[in-house]
Protein backbone atom coordinates (compact mmCIF):
# COMPACT_ATOMS: atom_id res chain seq x y z
CA UNK A 1 0.00 0.00 0.00
CA UNK A 2 2.67 2.36 0.83
CA UNK A 3 4.09 1.55 -2.74
CA UNK A 4 1.39 2.80 -4.58
CA UNK A 5 0.84 5.49 -2.74
CA UNK A 6 4.24 6.87 -3.61
CA UNK A 7 3.50 5.84 -7.01
CA UNK A 8 0.39 7.79 -7.00
CA UNK A 9 2.17 10.80 -5.84
CA UNK A 10 5.53 10.70 -7.67
CA UNK A 11 5.03 9.71 -11.14
CA UNK A 12 5.72 11.72 -14.59
CA UNK A 13 5.72 15.60 -14.42
CA UNK A 14 2.64 17.69 -16.00
CA UNK A 15 2.52 18.37 -19.99
CA UNK A 16 5.11 20.21 -21.53
CA UNK A 17 2.49 22.42 -23.49
CA UNK A 18 0.96 22.62 -20.24
CA UNK A 19 1.79 26.48 -18.55
CA UNK A 20 3.06 27.26 -15.10
CA UNK A 21 1.15 28.08 -12.89
CA UNK A 22 2.75 31.29 -10.83
CA UNK A 23 -0.20 31.68 -8.46
CA UNK A 24 -1.16 30.36 -4.73
CA UNK A 25 -3.90 28.30 -5.00
CA UNK A 26 -6.51 28.84 -1.46
CA UNK A 27 -4.15 30.82 -0.09
CA UNK A 28 -5.99 30.77 2.78
CA UNK A 29 -4.76 27.46 3.75
CA UNK A 30 -1.27 28.24 3.96
CA UNK A 31 0.32 30.21 7.33
CA UNK A 32 2.84 32.82 6.53
CA UNK A 33 6.26 31.22 6.66
CA UNK A 34 4.77 27.76 5.96
CA UNK A 35 4.82 27.17 2.13
CA UNK A 36 6.04 23.44 3.09
CA UNK A 37 2.50 23.10 4.62
CA UNK A 38 1.11 23.18 1.35
CA UNK A 39 1.32 19.66 0.41
CA UNK A 40 -0.12 18.40 3.83
CA UNK A 41 -3.62 17.50 3.73
CA UNK A 42 -6.77 19.81 5.60
CA UNK A 43 -9.82 18.38 6.52
CA UNK A 44 -13.51 19.73 7.15
CA UNK A 45 -14.55 21.05 10.25
CA UNK A 46 -17.92 19.57 12.26
CA UNK A 47 -18.80 16.60 10.30
CA UNK A 48 -20.47 14.85 12.54
CA UNK A 49 -22.81 17.94 13.50
CA UNK A 50 -23.43 17.96 9.95
CA UNK A 51 -24.58 14.99 9.67
CA UNK A 52 -26.90 15.02 13.24
CA UNK A 53 -28.30 18.65 12.26
CA UNK A 54 -29.22 16.56 9.04
CA UNK A 55 -31.29 14.36 10.77
CA UNK A 56 -33.42 16.93 12.54
CA UNK A 57 -37.07 17.66 11.44
CA UNK A 58 -36.49 20.99 9.44
CA UNK A 59 -33.53 20.06 7.74
CA UNK A 60 -34.81 16.32 6.26
CA UNK A 61 -38.10 18.20 4.83
CA UNK A 62 -35.31 20.65 3.23
CA UNK A 63 -32.82 18.21 1.82
CA UNK A 64 -35.60 15.66 0.69
CA UNK A 65 -37.17 18.31 -0.89
CA UNK A 66 -34.02 19.17 -3.35
CA UNK A 67 -33.11 15.31 -3.72
CA UNK A 68 -36.49 13.41 -4.31
CA UNK A 69 -37.30 15.00 -7.73
CA UNK A 70 -34.09 14.89 -8.76
CA UNK A 71 -33.28 11.09 -8.06
CA UNK A 72 -36.99 10.37 -9.59
CA UNK A 73 -35.74 11.82 -12.86
CA UNK A 74 -35.36 10.36 -15.90
CA UNK A 75 -31.31 10.62 -17.85
CA UNK A 76 -29.75 9.97 -20.92
CA UNK A 77 -26.00 9.76 -22.60
CA UNK A 78 -26.31 11.82 -25.77
CA UNK A 79 -23.66 13.53 -28.51
CA UNK A 80 -22.97 17.11 -27.32
CA UNK A 81 -24.66 19.65 -28.69
CA UNK A 82 -23.95 19.86 -32.86
CA UNK A 83 -22.25 16.35 -33.03
CA UNK A 84 -24.47 14.16 -35.26
CA UNK A 85 -24.91 10.65 -34.12
CA UNK A 86 -22.96 7.60 -36.16
CA UNK A 87 -22.90 3.99 -35.25
CA UNK A 88 -19.37 4.49 -33.13
CA UNK A 89 -21.21 7.58 -30.97
CA UNK A 90 -24.19 4.94 -30.18
CA UNK A 91 -21.58 2.30 -29.37
CA UNK A 92 -20.35 4.64 -26.83
CA UNK A 93 -23.40 5.45 -25.79
CA UNK A 94 -24.75 1.83 -25.43
CA UNK A 95 -21.63 1.24 -22.74
CA UNK A 96 -21.79 4.13 -20.63
CA UNK A 97 -25.48 3.85 -20.18
CA UNK A 98 -25.15 0.05 -19.19
CA UNK A 99 -22.33 1.32 -16.81
CA UNK A 100 -24.44 4.19 -15.58
CA UNK A 101 -27.54 2.44 -14.75
CA UNK A 102 -25.82 -0.14 -12.41
CA UNK A 103 -22.74 1.70 -10.84
CA UNK A 104 -21.45 -0.53 -8.63
CA UNK A 105 -22.94 -4.36 -7.56
CA UNK A 106 -24.81 -2.37 -4.30
CA UNK A 107 -26.56 0.54 -6.20
CA UNK A 108 -29.16 1.58 -8.98
CA UNK A 109 -28.01 5.22 -10.51
CA UNK A 110 -31.14 6.55 -8.43
CA UNK A 111 -30.05 5.23 -5.11
CA UNK A 112 -26.70 6.33 -6.37
CA UNK A 113 -27.58 10.11 -7.23
CA UNK A 114 -29.23 10.01 -4.28
CA UNK A 115 -26.70 9.64 -2.12
CA UNK A 116 -24.48 12.76 -3.74
CA UNK A 117 -27.29 15.04 -3.78
CA UNK A 118 -27.80 14.63 0.36
CA UNK A 119 -24.19 14.89 0.64
CA UNK A 120 -23.69 17.62 -1.52
CA UNK A 121 -26.38 19.41 0.26
CA UNK A 122 -24.55 18.42 3.69
CA UNK A 123 -21.30 20.05 2.46
CA UNK A 124 -19.39 17.92 -0.14
CA UNK A 125 -19.94 14.78 -2.25
CA UNK A 126 -17.65 12.48 -4.00
CA UNK A 127 -17.57 9.19 -5.65
CA UNK A 128 -14.62 6.74 -6.32
CA UNK A 129 -14.55 5.34 -10.32
CA UNK A 130 -12.78 3.10 -11.27
CA UNK A 131 -12.15 1.20 -15.06
CA UNK A 132 -12.22 -2.92 -15.03
CA UNK A 133 -11.52 -5.30 -17.63
CA UNK A 134 -14.89 -6.04 -19.18
CA UNK A 135 -15.04 -4.20 -22.68
CA UNK A 136 -18.98 -4.20 -22.25
CA UNK A 137 -18.87 -3.34 -18.44
CA UNK A 138 -15.69 -1.02 -18.31
CA UNK A 139 -16.52 1.57 -15.41
CA UNK A 140 -17.67 1.12 -11.66
CA UNK A 141 -18.56 3.75 -9.39
CA UNK A 142 -19.09 3.79 -5.58
CA UNK A 143 -20.49 6.94 -3.79
CA UNK A 144 -18.09 8.29 -0.61
CA UNK A 145 -19.07 9.82 2.04
CA UNK A 146 -17.07 13.70 1.00
CA UNK A 147 -16.77 14.64 4.55
CA UNK A 148 -14.33 11.69 5.56
CA UNK A 149 -11.92 13.28 1.85
CA UNK A 150 -9.38 15.46 3.29
CA UNK A 151 -7.73 17.56 0.08
CA UNK A 152 -3.88 18.45 -0.80
CA UNK A 153 -4.64 22.07 -1.42
CA UNK A 154 -1.00 21.97 -3.15
CA UNK A 155 -2.09 19.94 -5.95
CA UNK A 156 -0.55 20.82 -9.12
CA UNK A 157 -2.31 19.07 -11.54
CA UNK A 158 -0.61 16.22 -11.74
CA UNK A 159 -2.68 13.49 -13.05
CA UNK A 160 0.01 11.00 -11.24
CA UNK A 161 0.23 13.12 -7.96
CA UNK A 162 -2.88 12.21 -5.23
CA UNK A 163 -5.27 15.08 -4.83
CA UNK A 164 -7.08 13.36 -1.99
CA UNK A 165 -7.26 11.04 1.17
CA UNK A 166 -9.74 9.74 2.57
CA UNK A 167 -9.04 8.82 6.57
CA UNK A 168 -11.19 7.01 8.77
CA UNK A 169 -12.65 8.98 11.90
CA UNK A 170 -14.23 12.29 11.64
CA UNK A 171 -12.48 15.64 12.69
CA UNK A 172 -8.86 15.06 13.06
CA UNK A 173 -5.93 15.00 10.20
CA UNK A 174 -5.16 11.37 10.55
CA UNK A 175 -8.37 10.05 12.80
CA UNK A 176 -5.85 7.34 13.96
CA UNK A 177 -6.48 5.35 11.21
CA UNK A 178 -5.74 4.24 7.72
CA UNK A 179 -4.95 7.04 4.81
CA UNK A 180 -6.38 6.07 1.40
CA UNK A 181 -4.34 8.38 -1.07
CA UNK A 182 -6.45 9.13 -4.75
CA UNK A 183 -5.54 10.32 -8.09
CA UNK A 184 -7.79 13.30 -9.76
CA UNK A 185 -8.88 10.31 -11.71
CA UNK A 186 -10.01 8.29 -8.89
CA UNK A 187 -12.32 10.07 -6.97
CA UNK A 188 -15.04 13.37 -8.22
CA UNK A 189 -15.58 15.50 -5.18
CA UNK A 190 -18.05 17.48 -5.54
CA UNK A 191 -18.42 20.96 -4.04
CA UNK A 192 -21.60 23.09 -3.73
CA UNK A 193 -20.87 27.40 -3.68
CA UNK A 194 -17.24 26.59 -5.05
CA UNK A 195 -14.95 29.67 -4.15
CA UNK A 196 -11.28 30.54 -4.52
CA UNK A 197 -10.94 30.61 -0.15
CA UNK A 198 -11.06 27.24 0.35
CA UNK A 199 -10.80 23.77 -1.15
CA UNK A 200 -13.88 22.72 -0.10
CA UNK A 201 -17.38 23.67 -1.15
CA UNK A 202 -20.23 25.07 1.42
CA UNK A 203 -23.69 23.12 1.78
CA UNK A 204 -26.82 24.40 2.54
CA UNK A 205 -26.55 22.79 5.87
CA UNK A 206 -23.47 24.41 6.82
CA UNK A 207 -25.04 27.82 6.28
CA UNK A 208 -27.99 26.62 7.99
CA UNK A 209 -25.69 25.85 11.09
CA UNK A 210 -26.69 28.29 13.72
CA UNK A 211 -30.13 28.38 12.46
CA UNK A 212 -31.40 24.71 12.93
CA UNK A 213 -28.98 25.15 16.55
CA UNK A 214 -31.26 27.87 17.70
CA UNK A 215 -34.11 25.86 16.16
CA UNK A 216 -33.26 22.30 18.35
CA UNK A 217 -32.72 24.97 21.40
CA UNK A 218 -36.44 26.86 21.44
CA UNK A 219 -37.97 23.26 20.46
CA UNK A 220 -36.97 21.98 23.30
CA UNK A 221 -37.69 25.12 25.58
CA UNK A 222 -41.16 25.24 24.13
CA UNK A 223 -41.98 21.62 24.48
CA UNK A 224 -40.96 22.00 28.50
CA UNK A 225 -43.31 24.39 28.55
CA UNK A 226 -46.30 23.14 26.77
CA UNK A 227 -45.39 19.31 28.52
CA UNK A 228 -45.39 20.65 32.21
CA UNK A 229 -47.97 23.58 31.68
CA UNK A 230 -46.69 24.99 34.68
CA UNK A 231 -47.52 28.45 35.77
CA UNK A 232 -46.56 31.69 34.16
CA UNK A 233 -47.15 33.74 37.46
CA UNK A 234 -47.01 34.42 40.87
CA UNK A 235 -48.82 35.66 43.87
CA UNK A 236 -46.91 37.99 46.19
CA UNK A 237 -48.87 38.06 49.46
CA UNK A 238 -47.66 41.17 50.66
CA UNK A 239 -45.70 42.06 53.52
CA UNK A 240 -45.56 41.18 56.90
CA UNK A 241 -47.45 37.50 56.04
CA UNK A 242 -45.84 35.00 58.44
CA UNK A 243 -44.98 31.03 58.03
CA UNK A 244 -48.23 30.32 59.22
CA UNK A 245 -50.15 32.69 57.48
CA UNK A 246 -48.54 31.71 53.98
CA UNK A 247 -49.43 27.85 54.42
CA UNK A 248 -52.77 28.83 55.57
CA UNK A 249 -53.45 30.82 52.37
CA UNK A 250 -51.90 27.58 50.56
CA UNK A 251 -54.42 25.59 52.41
CA UNK A 252 -57.37 27.60 51.04
CA UNK A 253 -56.29 28.22 47.60
CA UNK A 254 -56.03 23.84 46.68
CA UNK A 255 -59.21 23.29 48.90
CA UNK A 256 -61.63 26.21 47.65
CA UNK A 257 -60.08 27.86 44.60
CA UNK A 258 -57.94 25.38 42.16
CA UNK A 259 -60.30 23.06 40.22
CA UNK A 260 -63.69 24.58 41.45
CA UNK A 261 -63.72 27.38 38.48
CA UNK A 262 -64.12 30.04 41.43
CA UNK A 263 -62.86 33.22 41.57
CA UNK A 264 -60.74 33.63 44.30
CA UNK A 265 -61.58 36.60 47.19
CA UNK A 266 -58.89 37.46 49.57
CA UNK A 267 -58.51 39.84 52.11
CA UNK A 268 -54.60 40.30 53.11
CA UNK A 269 -52.90 43.73 54.91
CA UNK A 270 -49.28 43.40 55.94
CA UNK A 271 -47.42 45.76 58.08
CA UNK A 272 -46.89 48.71 55.74
CA UNK A 273 -50.74 47.78 54.38
CA UNK A 274 -49.66 46.61 50.63
CA UNK A 275 -51.90 43.30 49.73
CA UNK A 276 -51.38 40.47 47.48
CA UNK A 277 -49.78 41.00 43.83
CA UNK A 278 -49.35 39.01 40.60
CA UNK A 279 -45.97 38.69 39.60
CA UNK A 280 -45.84 37.32 36.11
CA UNK A 281 -42.49 35.71 34.86
CA UNK A 282 -42.47 35.27 31.34
CA UNK A 283 -45.57 35.45 28.51
CA UNK A 284 -48.62 32.76 28.44
CA UNK A 285 -50.26 31.02 25.77
CA UNK A 286 -48.25 30.74 21.98
CA UNK A 287 -46.27 33.98 22.69
CA UNK A 288 -44.58 31.57 26.03
CA UNK A 289 -43.84 29.01 23.34
CA UNK A 290 -42.15 31.17 20.82
CA UNK A 291 -44.42 30.45 18.00
CA UNK A 292 -43.06 33.59 15.73
CA UNK A 293 -39.94 33.01 16.40
CA UNK A 294 -39.60 29.29 15.24
CA UNK A 295 -41.77 30.36 12.10
CA UNK A 296 -38.87 33.12 11.71
CA UNK A 297 -36.31 30.41 12.05
CA UNK A 298 -38.00 27.60 9.89
CA UNK A 299 -37.87 30.69 6.74
CA UNK A 300 -34.01 31.06 7.92
CA UNK A 301 -33.47 26.89 7.11
CA UNK A 302 -35.53 27.41 3.78
CA UNK A 303 -34.21 30.17 2.85
CA UNK A 304 -30.64 28.11 3.46
CA UNK A 305 -31.34 25.71 0.78
CA UNK A 306 -32.99 28.38 -1.31
CA UNK A 307 -36.20 26.90 -0.94
CA UNK A 308 -39.81 28.53 -0.18
CA UNK A 309 -40.96 29.05 3.40
CA UNK A 310 -44.33 26.81 2.13
CA UNK A 311 -41.97 23.59 2.00
CA UNK A 312 -41.13 23.94 5.93
CA UNK A 313 -44.79 24.01 6.56
CA UNK A 314 -44.94 28.05 6.74
CA UNK A 315 -48.23 28.44 4.77
CA UNK A 316 -49.26 31.69 5.97
CA UNK A 317 -50.87 34.00 3.28
CA UNK A 318 -50.52 31.27 0.85
CA UNK A 319 -52.79 30.28 -2.28
CA UNK A 320 -52.71 28.82 -5.24
CA UNK A 321 -50.93 32.10 -7.44
CA UNK A 322 -47.89 32.22 -4.68
CA UNK A 323 -48.07 28.61 -4.36
CA UNK A 324 -47.21 28.06 -8.04
CA UNK A 325 -44.57 30.74 -8.07
CA UNK A 326 -43.26 29.30 -5.13
CA UNK A 327 -42.90 25.82 -6.77
CA UNK A 328 -41.52 27.22 -10.07
CA UNK A 329 -39.04 29.47 -8.23
CA UNK A 330 -37.51 26.01 -5.69
CA UNK A 331 -37.14 24.01 -9.04
CA UNK A 332 -35.47 27.12 -10.74
CA UNK A 333 -33.34 27.81 -8.27
CA UNK A 334 -32.59 24.45 -5.99
CA UNK A 335 -33.96 21.45 -7.96
CA UNK A 336 -32.20 22.94 -11.41
CA UNK A 337 -28.61 24.15 -10.04
CA UNK A 338 -28.08 21.02 -8.14
CA UNK A 339 -29.39 17.97 -10.84
CA UNK A 340 -26.61 20.40 -13.00
CA UNK A 341 -23.97 19.87 -11.05
CA UNK A 342 -24.41 16.39 -10.73
CA UNK A 343 -24.59 15.40 -14.44
CA UNK A 344 -21.77 17.97 -15.41
CA UNK A 345 -19.53 16.22 -13.08
CA UNK A 346 -20.85 12.81 -14.26
CA UNK A 347 -19.97 14.34 -17.97
CA UNK A 348 -16.96 15.81 -17.75
CA UNK A 349 -15.09 13.74 -14.84
CA UNK A 350 -16.41 10.10 -16.06
CA UNK A 351 -17.74 10.14 -19.09
CA UNK A 352 -15.55 12.32 -20.53
CA UNK A 353 -12.39 12.24 -18.53
CA UNK A 354 -12.28 8.21 -17.60
CA UNK A 355 -13.91 6.61 -20.22
CA UNK A 356 -12.22 8.97 -23.24
CA UNK A 357 -15.78 9.77 -24.63
CA UNK A 358 -15.29 12.90 -25.45
CA UNK A 359 -17.76 13.59 -27.96
CA UNK A 360 -20.89 12.25 -25.36
CA UNK A 361 -22.04 14.38 -22.13
CA UNK A 362 -24.68 13.27 -19.37
CA UNK A 363 -28.03 14.94 -18.66
CA UNK A 364 -31.34 14.78 -16.81
CA UNK A 365 -34.38 14.67 -18.87
CA UNK A 366 -37.25 17.05 -17.85
CA UNK A 367 -34.72 19.27 -16.14
CA UNK A 368 -36.05 22.59 -18.11
CA UNK A 369 -39.17 22.10 -17.97
CA UNK A 370 -41.33 24.50 -19.83
CA UNK A 371 -44.89 26.42 -19.02
CA UNK A 372 -46.60 25.02 -21.91
CA UNK A 373 -49.09 28.07 -21.36
CA UNK A 374 -46.38 31.18 -21.94
CA UNK A 375 -44.68 29.07 -24.60
CA UNK A 376 -47.87 28.94 -26.75
CA UNK A 377 -48.13 33.31 -25.68
CA UNK A 378 -44.69 33.67 -26.98
CA UNK A 379 -45.33 31.79 -29.95
CA UNK A 380 -48.40 33.23 -30.97
CA UNK A 381 -46.82 36.50 -30.53
CA UNK A 382 -43.77 35.37 -32.83
CA UNK A 383 -46.42 34.13 -35.41
CA UNK A 384 -48.39 36.91 -35.73
CA UNK A 385 -45.08 39.34 -36.26
CA UNK A 386 -43.94 36.73 -38.93
CA UNK A 387 -41.20 35.59 -37.18
CA UNK A 388 -41.63 31.79 -37.03
CA UNK A 389 -43.45 29.47 -39.20
CA UNK A 390 -45.48 26.34 -37.63
CA UNK A 391 -43.38 24.21 -38.59
CA UNK A 392 -40.23 25.82 -36.88
CA UNK A 393 -42.43 26.15 -33.98
CA UNK A 394 -43.63 22.30 -34.02
CA UNK A 395 -39.80 21.23 -34.51
CA UNK A 396 -38.98 22.91 -30.62
CA UNK A 397 -41.22 20.68 -29.50
CA UNK A 398 -40.17 17.60 -30.95
CA UNK A 399 -43.53 17.31 -33.11
CA UNK A 400 -43.55 16.05 -36.95
CA UNK A 401 -43.93 18.84 -39.44
CA UNK A 402 -47.10 19.31 -40.59
CA UNK A 403 -48.21 18.12 -44.39
CA UNK A 404 -50.36 20.99 -44.65
CA UNK A 405 -48.02 24.00 -47.25
CA UNK A 406 -49.54 26.29 -44.77
CA UNK A 407 -46.95 24.59 -42.22
CA UNK A 408 -43.67 26.69 -43.89
CA UNK A 409 -45.37 29.60 -44.23
CA UNK A 410 -45.11 32.99 -42.05
CA UNK A 411 -48.63 34.30 -41.34
CA UNK A 412 -48.48 36.83 -44.01
CA UNK A 413 -47.75 34.64 -46.39
CA UNK A 414 -50.76 32.09 -45.44
CA UNK A 415 -53.18 34.99 -45.45
CA UNK A 416 -51.83 35.79 -48.95
CA UNK A 417 -52.24 32.38 -50.13
CA UNK A 418 -55.83 32.21 -48.37
CA UNK A 419 -56.83 35.23 -50.26
CA UNK A 420 -55.37 34.54 -54.11
CA UNK A 421 -56.98 30.82 -53.57
CA UNK A 422 -60.46 33.08 -52.31
CA UNK A 423 -60.04 34.96 -55.23
CA UNK A 424 -59.48 32.42 -57.67
CA UNK A 425 -62.85 30.62 -56.00
CA UNK A 426 -64.92 33.70 -56.28
CA UNK A 427 -63.65 34.27 -60.11
CA UNK A 428 -64.04 30.59 -61.05
CA UNK A 429 -67.57 30.80 -59.81
CA UNK A 430 -68.12 33.91 -61.91
CA UNK A 431 -67.06 32.26 -64.72
CA UNK A 432 -69.46 29.77 -64.66
CA UNK A 433 -71.89 32.23 -64.04
CA UNK A 434 -71.22 34.25 -67.03
CA UNK A 435 -70.94 30.71 -68.67
CA UNK A 436 -74.59 30.11 -68.63
CA UNK A 437 -77.16 30.14 -71.66
Not at 57 to 70: E, L
Not at 411 to 436: G, H, P, V
Request: aromatic share 8%.
Amino acid sequence: MALMDYLKRKGPGRRRSEPQRDTFTFPNTVQLGQTGARQRVIYKPTPRNLRFFGQTVYARRAINAIKNPIKLLDWEVRPRKGIDINPELQRQIDIATACLTNPNNDDSFHTFVEQLVEDVLHGAAAYEQQLGGDPLRPLWLWPVDGLSIQIFPGWNGDINEARYQQTIGYGTAYGGGHQILLRNNELVYLRPNASTATPFGVGALEIAFNTISRTLGVGEFAGNVASNARPSVGLDLGDGVSAEGLQAFRNYWRNEIEGQGQMPIMGLAGEKGRGANVLRFYPEGDNALFLKYQEFLKSEIATAFDLSPQNLGVERDVNRSTGEVGEDRDWDGAIKPMAHMVSSHISRETIQGLLGFSQLEFGFLGIDREDEKQEADVYAVYYASNAITPNEQRERMGLPPLASPYGDMILIEANQQIAQQAADAAAETAAKELARP
